[in-house]
């Protein structure tokens, strides 16, 4: 006789928890300064709360991740090479954190601003 051994339950994965890993992996990539409000109101809900996973909203369609990123990064970078990077970075660790049970099916990257060196005019 064989038997399958059942799983106990469901896991379910916070947006949070995904927004917080998205945040630690954006912060390892070159020519990253900070993360943005996607608007206004984003910026003042983020002085109000001090919410650490400011510049990113993750959302669920059709069993698969979809991560927008709002981020400013220096001046003087190559803007597509960085937005490439945190598109494969955040896919790289999120993906590697979850397993492959939810895949990332998309990291939209939205350059807010470029932040200069305080030397440069």
Known sequence: MTTHPQPPGSID??????????????????????????????????????????GIEVSFENGEIVIDIYVIIQY??????????IQNTVKFHVEKALGQATPVREVNVYIQGLRMNDGES
Not at 18 to 42: F, S
Not at 77 to 85: F, G
């Open 13 to 54: 994965i916070s947006p949070a928890v995904i927004a917080t890993i998205t945040n630690q992996a954006v912060h390892q990539c070159y020519g990253v300064v900070g993360m943005a409000n996607r608007n206004l109101v984003d910026g003042i809900a983020h002085v109000l709360t001090r919410d650490s996973r400011r």
């Open 76 to 85: 003087g970078t190559r803007i597509r090479a960085v937005a490439e990077s």
